[in-house]
C-alpha cells in the first residue's frame, strides 16, 4: 500500500500560479500510476491530471490543458502538479491518487480506476 500526503496548497490570486506536491509512502511508489482530481464547493470530484508510472506519459483535463504541467520524481516518491494562470474556477480541494490497475490506460480519469487517496490540499484562487 501507499499513503499519500499532499503539500503546496493555499491562497493565490487569479493569474498566479500553484505547484502542489505528493508525498508517498513506501519503496514502491515507482510501481503506480498518479494523478490529481479536485472537487470544488457543490460541485463533482473532477480529473485534473495524471501521469504513467513508467514511461512519463501525461494527461491533463480540457479544463486545464495549457495551464496543467503533471511531473514525477521517482527518486522522491513524489507527484508534482503545476498549474499556471490560475482562475477562481480553480478553487477546489485538490487530492492526489494513485493506481496499481493494469487498466489505468483505460480509466485515468476516472475516479474508480485510483484506489489510494490523500487527504486534499485547499487551493484558493482569488479573483
Known amino acids: 500500500q501507499v499513503q499519500l500526503v499532499e503539500s503546496g496548497g493555499g491562497l493565490v490570486q487569479a493569474g498566479g500560479s500553484l505547484r502542489l506536491s505528493c508525498a508517498a509512502s513506501?519503496?514502491?511508489?515507482?510501481?503506480?500510476?498518479m494523478g490529481w482530481f479536485r472537487q470544488a464547493p457543490g460541485k463533482e470530484r473532477e480529473f485534473v491530471a495524471a501521469?504513467?508510472?513508467?514511461?512519463?506519459?501525461?494527461y491533463c483535463a480540457d479544463s486545464v490543458k495549457g495551464r496543467c504541467t503533471i511531473s514525477r520524481d521517482n527518486a522522491k516518491n513524489t507527484v508534482y502538479l503545476q498549474m499556471n494562470s490560475l482562475e477562481p474556477e480553480d478553487t477546489a480541494v485538490y487530492y492526489c491518487?494513485?493506481?496499481?490497475?493494469?487498466?489505468?490506460?483505460?480509466?485515468?480519469?476516472?475516479?474508480?480506476?485510483?484506489?489510494?487517496w490523500g487527504q486534499g490540499t485547499q487551493v484558493t484562487v482569488s479573483s
Open positions: 513506501g519503496r514502491t511508489f515507482s510501481t503506480y500510476h
Open positions: 501521469i504513467s508510472r513508467s514511461d512519463g506519459l501525461t
Open positions: 491518487v494513485g493506481s496499481i490497475r493494469t487498466s489505468w490506460s483505460y480509466g485515468f480519469d476516472k475516479e474508480s480506476t485510483y484506489d489510494y
